[in-house]
């Protein structure tokens, strides 16, 4: 379903990357994803966990919720807020590419600081969603440790009815990619 005119704005507004020169109907169409997404998991979950690994293990949400269409996003990882945006933390590597989105990016260059961050991006919230189909080991391990005292939730299946319902720009794209027989 797509948004109609006299419906409801989303509600978040702050965190814009400023770096970011997309056209206001595609900032709008991921606040609606990221707020649509909230909307589909428990009440209780403030915080939403989207970790890549390594290919051939990444998580499509993370592209869902990205917003940008190249790169791979080894070790990157997306932490939203509900009704307050996302941050994406992501190496140098893939630095600018993540700088093409909307959300704000946090850089690490090391195993370190992407252990810094984790723990930074997780401070204070009490339940957070994951997505256990697509998240490997390390990484879940590694939200556990620095997320001690938060309650780990499984949201796959609010992903999922999240991502049945296709927006502007994601029908845009469909018509637009080349099909499998193009190809």
Same mark, same amino acid.
């Given at each position: 379903?797509?948004?109609?005119?006299?419906?409801?704005?989303?509600?978040? $507004?702050?965190?814009? %990357?400023?770096?970011?020169?997309?056209?206001?109907?595609?900032?709008?169409? +991921?606040?609606?994803?990221?707020?649509?997404?909230?909307? %589909?998991?428990?009440? *209780? !979950?403030?915080?939403?966990?989207?970790? %890549?690994?390594?290919?051939?293990?990444?998580?499509?949400?993370?592209?869902?919720?990205?917003?940008?269409?190249?790169?791979?996003?080894?070790? &990157?990882?997306? !932490?939203?807020?509900?009704?307050?945006?996302?941050?994406? #933390?992501?190496?140098?590597?893939?630095?600018?590419?993540?700088?093409?989105?909307?959300?704000?990016?946090? !850089?690490?260059?090391?195993? &370190?600081?992407?252990? *810094?961050?984790?723990?930074?991006? /997780? $401070?204070?919230?009490?339940?957070?969603?994951?997505?256990?189909?697509?998240?490997?080991?390390?990484? #879940?391990? +590694?939200? !556990?440790? #620095?997320?001690? %005292?938060?309650?780990?939730?499984?949201?796959?299946?609010?992903?999922?009815?999240?991502?049945?319902?296709?927006?502007? /720009?994601?029908?845009?794209?469909? #018509?637009?990619?080349?099909?499998?027989?193009?190809?």
């Amino acid at each position: 379903q797509l948004r109609r005119r006299n419906e409801e704005p989303c509600k978040i $507004k702050r965190f814009r %990357n400023p770096h970011c020169k997309i056209s206001k109907r595609i900032w709008g169409s +991921m606040k609606a994803r990221l707020e649509r997404l909230f909307q %589909n998991v428990p009440k *209780n !979950v403030d915080a939403i966990f989207i970790m %890549n690994g390594t290919e051939p293990i990444l998580d499509n949400t993370f592209f869902y919720l990205l917003g940008v269409g190249g790169g791979l996003f080894e070790n &990157s990882y997306i !932490v939203a807020r509900r009704d307050a945006g996302a941050v994406i #933390y992501t190496s140098k590597l893939e630095e600018t590419s993540a700088r093409m989105g909307p959300w704000p990016v946090e !850089v690490f260059g090391s195993r &370190s600081e992407l252990a *810094n961050l984790m723990e930074e991006s /997780v $401070k204070g919230c009490s339940a957070i969603g994951i997505n256990p189909p697509e998240l490997n080991h390390r990484a #879940y391990t +590694m939200l !556990v440790k #620095y997320a001690s %005292n938060a309650n780990i939730v499984d949201i796959s299946e609010g992903i999922k009815e999240s991502r049945l319902i296709k927006d502007e /720009v994601e029908i845009c794209l469909l #018509y637009t990619s080349p099909s499998p027989r193009d190809r």
